[in-house]
């Protein structure tokens, strides 16, 4: 898996432009950071590279957020246990879904897809190797 790994490391490095540009992409949604942090720990690449583009990206995204919730919230009455009953199963579904998405991240054949431009999972015994 780590040669997997070197894979997308090498196609980062070589578009620094274009990983920028997906982490700026990324931190203006309300999309949880931990998994992207941790698929890009996998690849120890520099941490600017994907620090400083998320830090702008979410500094402009939260203060977006906390605007926008601001005025929404004056206009909407939800009691609070109204409004937590629907975050709740939010937050535990998406976190599942964005953890099964990190165990999919790193099955992917990385190595044929970008030499042959096929998708295809890793081989079991790819995987199990040491």
């Known amino acids: 898996m780590r040669d997997n790994i070197d894979v997308i490391k090498g196609q980062l490095e070589r578009h620094r432009t274009l990983t920028f540009g997906a982490f700026l992409v990324y ?3 309300p999309l949880p950071s931990n998994y992207l ?3 890009y720990g996998l690849t120890s690449l520099p941490l600017a590279l994907a620090a400083v583009p998320f830090f702008i ?4 995204s939260y203060s977006f957020f906390v605007f926008t919730a601001s005025e929404v919230s ?11 009953s629907y975050f709740g199963i939010y937050f535990v579904i998406s976190q599942l879904l964005l953890l ?23 081989r079991r015994a790819a995987i199990v190797r040491p």
């Open 37 to 39: 942090f941790i698929a």
């Open 100 to 122: 099964a998405l990190v165990f999919l991240f790193t099955r992917v054949d990385w190595r044929y897809l970008v030499a042959v431009r096929r998708f295809r999972w890793l």
């Open 27 to 29: 931190a203006f949604s």
């Open 74 to 84: 004056q206009h909407l009455a939800l009691e609070l246990a109204e409004a937590q």
């Open 57 to 60: 990206g979410r500094c402009v």
